[in-house]
Structures are given as structure tokens and as C-alpha cells.
């Protein structure tokens, strides 16, 4: 075989298997007879955006460890700030957990629980433990002192319990405006952990909620919210990124004032790739500013934006696995992650053949009306695959970089005189180039071997050079789309003072190729489908695609070597 198979590049160095400290934890756990063994987790998200693949990282830790030890995981929206959520994300968030491969157990939403939540708050009131501040948001902040210096009490920290219970009452029925009143728990203004120096556990909002519209007008923070809901599905083990870490000791505390289900917390570190943003908000900026064509955009790592890529779940979850999880947080190359997309891919993806800045070959010496099926091997890491025919004729499309009419030393592919292998096809040997007007090469003029069909030399004489090609009476007309790295750093949001990550953004993440040749195999593929340009990369059917006019995403290149090859043939 020659250079045409591809070979994945270097292996990560870490090993698929890698130890757990959650799944430790949790074996620990059904050890010891911790909630009679039971397992249960919960994926929170919060429907203000598409996931990205460090939700695919929490998803997979999510449902995995559930899987893992015959537990359930729960969907459940983190629906609490009615500003920025919408109903087009949770169907979203649902379809592309799905697409991953997993099923939820039950599906939920924090807005579920606004009334149990509203009743539990009034319960902390009448227990001391919660109070009505009309202190500002600015003056909060001002009161909360800082990490060397302790916070001042709320003048209103000690009213009355009977004028905080009131008043709660009516901040619920709409009876003061945005802003101007809090209900806070009361815990210690002194503490080292600025979480406990009174936080705010609901703040007015007259804004319609996705669900439950104007039902409310008070809404509870994420920090009383999320461990209570937790609580309420009897969650065993709820895991969560990081910077979590300081509001643990408070979902301990509102959970053990309350006396409810002791669900609890354990956090692990947060997915960073290199060249990649990963932040709903700064993805959403993307977006709305028409910095990418939207949520899907084959270049946003959002799940939906991967998936019209070219990406599989597998090539994710395989990704996924690999990281593995740890305490500190750390940053992850994208080759790691375009390793594991080339793995799956190389695998499962049909080889076929596409020409994408074509080059008119003629065999002068190939009869005019013959036209000549070629066996071609669908994927030669599948057998099952099968083979397909590839029409061989006189006139030709091979990729323009596969000549040189003045080769540079180890450049052993088409140039006048040399003879190369056509894939599946013939041996031919550059006889002549026809350029225009200004001196472009437009056609090149070859004699073919009759006796080679298939590539063999029956003589035993040796070509160097086998490439693609494409029958121009039978080719499709395609358009590909070649993407690069969205970003030029590799930390996307190391800026200039002033600037910000949108500075980083690369002007060449999209390059688009129109009048590229396809073999007619390819003339009514599906969108969706995967496949392996011979030599080129893997790429996959966009949607844009229309009937006999196919449009192509590049996934990724075949791989770092073959660059490595190219680069050392030009030199
Ligand atoms: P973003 O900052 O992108 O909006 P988020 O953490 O606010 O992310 P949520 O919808 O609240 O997004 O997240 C749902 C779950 O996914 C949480 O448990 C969160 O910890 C986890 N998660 C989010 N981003 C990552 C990431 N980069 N790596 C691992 N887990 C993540
Ligand atoms: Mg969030």
C-alpha cells in the first residue's frame, strides 16, 4: 500500500483507562451502604444557550457514572433567571444530549419547584434563619466586605420575623418593584467564605418566565435553588465544575437548616481546549454580532455547531473518557480532542473520491467513447463496506497541487515526463501542458498504459505517486467549505487592554471552494453523511445541500503526517 491510507497521528499519552476520583468516591459510597447503595445524578443546565463539549464532558460524567453503578440521571433545567432563557434552547439542549447517545430518566425543571422552594424560604424566615433586606444591590455589595476585611450587618438583618414574613409575602404578589428588596439567609457577616455573609436567596424580577409566564415575580438564586432541587429528586451525588468549590459549604447549609434529603456536592475540573471558547455567553456574542452564521455554525464548538461539522458522539464520548477528571483545572489541546474525531472517523467513514481545485487531464491514447468501471474499496479498515464502481474515460479532473510542471526535488507527483498511478485506474505519464493567455496552466495532455489497469505494473517498475482523480463526464459539481481554527491564539482570551476575544478571531476560518469535483457516487448523498475524500480529509453533507449539488464541511484533514509528507515532498 502506499501513502493513501491514513494513519491517525500520535497517540495522547494518557491511557483510555484512567482512575476517577467521583467514581471512587462513589464505589466508596454503595460500599458502605451510603442511600441504600442507590445512585443518583442529575445534568443541570441552565437554558440560556446551545451546549458546548464541556457540557459534553459534564454529560458524560452525568449519565456515565449513573450507567456505570445502575443508577438514573436527571435532565434538569437550571430555569431560575427568566432574562435570558428560552424554550428554543431546552429543545436544543434536549436533542443534542440525545445525539450523544443518552437517555435521561426523568425531566425536570427548577421552575418546578418555585413553590416548594418559596414554601422552604418562608419556613428559614420563621426559623430566624432568612430576613427581607431593602438594602440595593450596590449597597449589598458595599456591606459584604471584601476577603481580608469582614461585612457590616444589613440594618434590616434584625427586624421582626412577622415583618419579614409579610413582606416576603407581598414581594411575591408584585407589590414592589426590580431591585428593591432581597430575601437573604442569615448566616455570618464575619465569615472567611463570602458566600455566607448573608446571601441572597430571591430578588424581584417582574419578567416572564418560558414556563411559568407571569406567575412569578420573584425568583430564587442559583445558590438556594440548585441544592434544593437536588434534595427534591433525592440526587445522591451531584457533581459539578470547580469554581462550585466555595458555594458547597452553602448548599450544605440550606440543605441541613431545611432537614431535607442530604444530596452533595463534588466538583471536578472544567474543560479549556486550546484555540476554543467555551462559554455560553461569549459563544451567544459570536452569534449575535454575525461573527459565525449561528449556534451551528460548523465552527462553534457547540454540539449542534459539531455535529454539522462532521463530529461523531463516539469521537466525543471516546474524548470524553480519555480526559478523565481531575481537581485542577487545566487546559486540553484540540489535537487531543481532533485525535480521537480522527480515530472514529477513520473507521466508519466511506472513502471516496472528490477533486477539489480540479485540473483537466486528456489521455490522448484512451479511446473517445469508452467508458471503464473501476472497483474501488469502500473503507479498507471495514469489510463490510463493500466496493463501489468509479468511471474511468478519456478526460480527467485531478487536484491542480498534484502537478508541477518544474518539480522541486521529492516532489514525486505529476509533472511532464513522470509517470504516476491513478487511483484504481491506470499508470499516466505527462506528455504535454496547455496554458492560457497569461500563461496558467489549464489542461495537461497524458498517454495511459493500457496494461496497468488497476495500478498494477505488470513489468514490476516502480511509481512513486498515486493520486485521485475524477471522471469529468461524470462528475458531480460540489461545493466544500474548508474550516480552520476559529480563533488565532491559542488562549482565545488573552487580549490586547481594551480589546476583547472577538480581537482574536482568524479571518481565514472559512474558506469556501465552489466547482470542485465529486465522484458520482456522491450525487444524491444525504445530509449528514461522513466520508474520507481520498487524500484529502473527512468531511461531511451539510444541510445547505441541494438535489445533485452537494455541499461539503470539512471535518478535519486526514491527518497531522500526511501535512508532515506534503510538507517535505514541497521543500
Ligand atoms: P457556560 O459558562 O458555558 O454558560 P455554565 O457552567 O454556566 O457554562 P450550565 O448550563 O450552568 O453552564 O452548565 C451545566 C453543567 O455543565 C454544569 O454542571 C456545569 O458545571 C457543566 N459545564 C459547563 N461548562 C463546562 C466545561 N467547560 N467543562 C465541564 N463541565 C462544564
Ligand atoms: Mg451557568
Given at each position: 500500500m502506499n501513502s493513501l491510507e491514513p494513519n491517525s497521528g500520535a497517540m495522547p499519552e494518557e491511557s483510555s483507562e484512567r482512575s476517577n476520583f467521583i467514581r471512587d468516591i462513589i464505589i466508596q459510597d454503595i460500599e458502605s451502604g451510603k442511600h441504600?447503595?442507590?445512585v443518583q445524578t442529575r445534568f443541570p443546565p441552565e437554558p440560556n444557550g446551545y451546549l458546548h463539549i464541556g457540557h459534553a464532558k459534564a454529560i458524560c460524567l452525568d449519565f456515565g457514572l449513573a450507567a456505570e453503578f445502575g443508577g438514573k440521571c436527571n435532565l434538569r433545567f437550571d430555569d431560575t433567571n427568566p432574562s435570558k432563557e428560552e424554550t428554543e434552547y431546552v429543545d436544543a439542549i434536549m436533542e443534542d444530549v440525545k445525539w450523544l447517545g443518552f437517555q435521561?430518566?426523568?425531566l425536570f425543571y427548577a421552575s418546578d419547584y418555585f413553590e416548594q422552594l418559596y414554601e422552604w424560604a418562608v419556613q428559614l424566615i420563621k426559623a430566624g434563619k432568612a430576613y427581607v433586606c431593602d438594602l440595593t444591590a450596590d449597597e449589598i455589595r458595599e456591606y459584604r466586605g471584601t476577603l481580608t476585611e469582614p461585612g457590616k450587618e444589613s440594618p434590616y438583618r434584625n427586624r421582626p420575623i412577622e415583618e419579614s414574613v409579610d413582606l416576603f409575602e407581598r414581594m411575591k404578589k408584585g407589590e414592589f418593584p426590580d431591585g428593591s428588596r432581597t430575601l437573604r439567609a442569615k448566616i455570618d457577616m464575619a465569615s472567611p467564605n463570602l458566600n455566607f455573609r448573608d446571601p441572597v436567596m430571591y430578588r424581584i424580577l417582574h419578567?416572564?418566565?418560558h414556563r411559568t409566564g407571569d406567575q412569578w415575580c420573584i425568583y430564587p438564586m442559583y445558590d438556594y435553588a440548585h441544592g434544593q432541587s437536588d434534595s427534591i429528586e433525592q440526587v445522591t451525588h451531584s457533581i459539578c465544575t470547580l469554581e462550585f468549590d466555595n458555594n458547597r459549604p452553602l448548599y450544605n447549609w440550606f440543605i441541613e437548616q431545611l432537614g431535607i434529603f442530604p444530596s452533595q456536592q463534588f466538583e471536578f475540573d472544567r474543560l479549556s481546549i486550546t484555540f476554543t471558547l467555551l462559554s455560553k455567553r461569549k459563544l451567544l456574542t459570536l452569534v449575535q454580532e454575525g461573527h459565525v452564521s449561528g449556534w451551528d455554525d460548523p465552527r462553534m464548538p457547540t454540539l449542534t455547531g459539531m455535529r454539522r461539522r462532521g463530529y461523531t458522539p463516539e469521537a466525543i464520548r471516546n474524548f470524553c473518557a480519555n480526559i478523565g477528571v481531575s481537581k485542577t483545572n487545566g487546559v486540553?489541546?484540540?489535537?487531543?480532542?481532533?485525535?480521537f474525531l480522527r480515530e472514529d472517523l477513520n473507521k466508519h467513514a466511506a472513502r471516496v473520491m472528490a477533486?477539489?481545485?480540479?485540473?483537466?487531464?486528456?489521455?490522448?491514447?484512451?479511446p473517445d467513447d469508452v467508458?471503464?468501471?473501476?472497483?474501488?474499496?469502500n473503507n479498507p479498515q471495514d469489510e463490510s463496506a463493500g466496493s463501489r464502481k468509479v468511471p474511468f474515460s478519456k478526460v480527467l479532473y485531478i487536484e491542480?497541487?498534484?502537478?508541477?510542471e518544474d518539480p522541486p526535488k521529492q516532489f514525486y507527483r505529476l509533472s511532464p515526463g513522470r509517470e504516476v498511478r491513478l487511483r484504481y485506474g491506470y499508470l499516466i505519464t505527462c506528455t504535454s501542458v496547455v496554458k492560457d493567455a497569461d500563461g496558467n496552466i489549464v489542461e495537461l495532455h497524458c498517454t495511459y498504459d493500457p496494461?496497468?489497469?488497476?495500478?498494477?505494473?505488470p513489468d514490476g517498475r516502480k511509481v512513486k505517486s498515486t493520486i485521485h482523480w475524477v471522471s469529468e463526464a461524470h462528475a458531480v459539481d460540489a461545493e466544500v467549505r474548508l474550516y480552520n481554527n476559529l480563533f488565532t491564539k491559542e488562549d482565545p482570551n488573552e487580549v490586547e487592554e481594551g480589546q476583547d476575544f472577538t480581537s482574536n478571531l482568524n479571518p481565514d476560518s472559512l474558506e469556501v471552494l465552489t466547482g470542485c469535483k465529486a465522484e458520482p457516487f456522491l450525487l444524491d448523498t444525504v445530509p449528514g453523511t461522513r466520508y474520507q475524500f481520498e487524500r484529502i480529509g473527512y468531511f461531511c453533507v451539510d444541510r445547505d445541500s441541494t438535489p445533485g449539488k452537494p455541499v461539503f464541511n470539512r471535518t478535519i484533514g486526514l491527518r497531522d503526517t500526511w501535512a508532515r509528507i506534503e510538507q517535505r515532498e514541497n521543500k
Amino acid at each position: 500500500m502506499n501513502s493513501l491510507e491514513p494513519n491517525s497521528g500520535a497517540m495522547p499519552e494518557e491511557s483510555s483507562e484512567r482512575s476517577n476520583f467521583i467514581r471512587d468516591i462513589i464505589i466508596q459510597d454503595i460500599e458502605s451502604g451510603k442511600h441504600s447503595g442507590r445512585v443518583q445524578t442529575r445534568f443541570p443546565p441552565e437554558p440560556n444557550g446551545y451546549l458546548h463539549i464541556g457540557h459534553a464532558k459534564a454529560i458524560c460524567l452525568d449519565f456515565g457514572l449513573a450507567a456505570e453503578f445502575g443508577g438514573k440521571c436527571n435532565l434538569r433545567f437550571d430555569d431560575t433567571n427568566p432574562s435570558k432563557e428560552e424554550t428554543e434552547y431546552v429543545d436544543a439542549i434536549m436533542e443534542d444530549v440525545k445525539w450523544l447517545g443518552f437517555q435521561w430518566d426523568g425531566l425536570f425543571y427548577a421552575s418546578d419547584y418555585f413553590e416548594q422552594l418559596y414554601e422552604w424560604a418562608v419556613q428559614l424566615i420563621k426559623a430566624g434563619k432568612a430576613y427581607v433586606c431593602d438594602l440595593t444591590a450596590d449597597e449589598i455589595r458595599e456591606y459584604r466586605g471584601t476577603l481580608t476585611e469582614p461585612g457590616k450587618e444589613s440594618p434590616y438583618r434584625n427586624r421582626p420575623i412577622e415583618e419579614s414574613v409579610d413582606l416576603f409575602e407581598r414581594m411575591k404578589k408584585g407589590e414592589f418593584p426590580d431591585g428593591s428588596r432581597t430575601l437573604r439567609a442569615k448566616i455570618d457577616m464575619a465569615s472567611p467564605n463570602l458566600n455566607f455573609r448573608d446571601p441572597v436567596m430571591y430578588r424581584i424580577l417582574h419578567m416572564d418566565h418560558h414556563r411559568t409566564g407571569d406567575q412569578w415575580c420573584i425568583y430564587p438564586m442559583y445558590d438556594y435553588a440548585h441544592g434544593q432541587s437536588d434534595s427534591i429528586e433525592q440526587v445522591t451525588h451531584s457533581i459539578c465544575t470547580l469554581e462550585f468549590d466555595n458555594n458547597r459549604p452553602l448548599y450544605n447549609w440550606f440543605i441541613e437548616q431545611l432537614g431535607i434529603f442530604p444530596s452533595q456536592q463534588f466538583e471536578f475540573d472544567r474543560l479549556s481546549i486550546t484555540f476554543t471558547l467555551l462559554s455560553k455567553r461569549k459563544l451567544l456574542t459570536l452569534v449575535q454580532e454575525g461573527h459565525v452564521s449561528g449556534w451551528d455554525d460548523p465552527r462553534m464548538p457547540t454540539l449542534t455547531g459539531m455535529r454539522r461539522r462532521g463530529y461523531t458522539p463516539e469521537a466525543i464520548r471516546n474524548f470524553c473518557a480519555n480526559i478523565g477528571v481531575s481537581k485542577t483545572n487545566g487546559v486540553t489541546q484540540l489535537s487531543h480532542l481532533e485525535y480521537f474525531l480522527r480515530e472514529d472517523l477513520n473507521k466508519h467513514a466511506a472513502r471516496v473520491m472528490a477533486v477539489l481545485r480540479p485540473l483537466r487531464v486528456v489521455i490522448d491514447n484512451y479511446p473517445d467513447d469508452v467508458v471503464e468501471e473501476m472497483d474501488a474499496v469502500n473503507n479498507p479498515q471495514d469489510e463490510s463496506a463493500g466496493s463501489r464502481k468509479v468511471p474511468f474515460s478519456k478526460v480527467l479532473y485531478i487536484e491542480q497541487e498534484d502537478f508541477r510542471e518544474d518539480p522541486p526535488k521529492q516532489f514525486y507527483r505529476l509533472s511532464p515526463g513522470r509517470e504516476v498511478r491513478l487511483r484504481y485506474g491506470y499508470l499516466i505519464t505527462c506528455t504535454s501542458v496547455v496554458k492560457d493567455a497569461d500563461g496558467n496552466i489549464v489542461e495537461l495532455h497524458c498517454t495511459y498504459d493500457p496494461e496497468t489497469r488497476g495500478g498494477n505494473t505488470p513489468d514490476g517498475r516502480k511509481v512513486k505517486s498515486t493520486i485521485h482523480w475524477v471522471s469529468e463526464a461524470h462528475a458531480v459539481d460540489a461545493e466544500v467549505r474548508l474550516y480552520n481554527n476559529l480563533f488565532t491564539k491559542e488562549d482565545p482570551n488573552e487580549v490586547e487592554e481594551g480589546q476583547d476575544f472577538t480581537s482574536n478571531l482568524n479571518p481565514d476560518s472559512l474558506e469556501v471552494l465552489t466547482g470542485c469535483k465529486a465522484e458520482p457516487f456522491l450525487l444524491d448523498t444525504v445530509p449528514g453523511t461522513r466520508y474520507q475524500f481520498e487524500r484529502i480529509g473527512y468531511f461531511c453533507v451539510d444541510r445547505d445541500s441541494t438535489p445533485g449539488k452537494p455541499v461539503f464541511n470539512r471535518t478535519i484533514g486526514l491527518r497531522d503526517t500526511w501535512a508532515r509528507i506534503e510538507q517535505r515532498e514541497n521543500k
